[in-house]
């Protein structure tokens, strides 16, 4: 038994109910709201482990209530789950804090696994002090969620300091685009998008753009890697 408190946003009630027997079947607690100003009330009232949300909801649309959900607490886990299947939806979901995104129609053994791969990711109840990861003059603090450069506050979102978090953890060693997919994604590497890539380009432009040595480097064919030493 899991033991979790599962949140589900979603206002196709067929969709929200049908998920929440099956949760619930493997051992989570699950309450449902079908309006996105009733989730956030219910997670204003109730310790949740983990939401899931849709983005087309009546009252606060997906997107707002994730923003509002980061807002008032930085680790919890969130999982959008959509029709909305451009990039540029889950480029927008992401932006917003979500924590993965699965799109309708969806097998619920994925949605499963990708819950069950979120939880284990979660902090426990204490975290360490003095937190700190760095390369060269890039510094990341995963207590606070600060990221500096030179001593120059950058600002990314909590996709973006996922993907640095993990380039610097890894720092030295080519990652492929797979390995980004798995470990920051939580998802399966598909071959027909290209989010990683773009947000490589996001987290770059932020980190190296202005700065002489550029730390994250391209490796035709193989993947990615954060140098600490210029070439």
């Given at each position: 038994m899991?033991?979790?408190n599962?949140?589900?946003?979603e206002?196709?009630?067929?969709?929200a109910?049908?998920?929440?027997?099956?949760?619930t079947?493997?051992?989570?607690?699950?309450?449902?709201?079908y309006?996105?100003?009733?989730?956030?009330?219910?997670?204003?009232s109730?310790?949740?482990?983990?939401?899931?949300?849709?983005?087309?909801l009546?009252?606060m649309?997906?997107y707002?209530?994730c923003?509002?959900?980061r807002?008032r607490?930085k680790d919890?886990?969130v999982?959008m789950?959509t029709s909305?299947s451009?990039?540029d939806d889950?480029?927008e979901g992401y932006?917003?804090?979500?924590d993965?995104y699965?799109?309708k129609p969806?097998e619920f053994?994925?949605?499963?696994?990708?819950?069950?791969a979120?939880?284990?990711?979660?902090?426990g109840q204490?975290?360490p002090?003095?937190?700190v990861?760095r390369a060269a003059?890039l510094?990341?603090?995963?207590d606070n969620?600060?990221v500096h450069?030179?001593?120059?506050?950058?600002?990314?979102?909590?996709k973006?300091?996922?993907?640095l978090e993990?380039?610097m953890?890894n720092?030295?060693?080519?990652?492929?685009?797979?390995?980004l997919?798995?470990n920051?994604w939580?998802?399966?590497f598909?071959?027909?998008?290209?989010?990683i890539d773009?947000?490589?380009?996001?987290v770059?432009?932020k980190v190296?753009?202005d700065?002489e040595d550029k730390?994250i480097?391209?490796?035709?064919?193989?993947?990615?890697i954060?140098k600490?030493?210029?070439?």
């Amino acid at each position: 038994m899991d033991d979790r408190n599962i949140l589900i946003v979603e206002d196709e009630r067929k969709i929200a109910d049908t998920l929440k027997m099956g949760l619930t079947e493997n051992g989570f607690d699950v309450e449902v709201a079908y309006d996105g100003k009733i989730g956030y009330q219910l997670l204003l009232s109730i310790n949740f482990d983990l939401v899931i949300l849709d983005i087309n909801l009546p009252g606060m649309n997906g997107y707002e209530l994730c923003k509002a959900i980061r807002y008032r607490d930085k680790d919890m886990l969130v999982i959008m789950l959509t029709s909305m299947s451009s990039l540029d939806d889950k480029i927008e979901g992401y932006d917003a804090g979500a924590d993965d995104y699965l799109v309708k129609p969806f097998e619920f053994r994925e949605l499963l696994l990708k819950i069950r791969a979120l939880l284990k990711r979660t902090p426990g109840q204490t975290v360490p002090v003095g937190n700190v990861l760095r390369a060269a003059d890039l510094e990341m603090n995963l207590d606070n969620k600060e990221v500096h450069r030179a001593g120059k506050r950058i600002k990314l979102t909590a996709k973006e300091f996922q993907l640095l978090e993990y380039l610097m953890r890894n720092k030295n060693r080519v990652v492929s685009r797979a390995d980004l997919a798995i470990n920051v994604w939580d998802v399966d590497f598909n071959t027909n998008t290209n989010v990683i890539d773009v947000y490589i380009s996001y987290v770059r432009n932020k980190v190296d753009k202005d700065f002489e040595d550029k730390l994250i480097q391209t490796h035709v064919g193989m993947g990615y890697i954060l140098k600490t030493q210029p070439n």
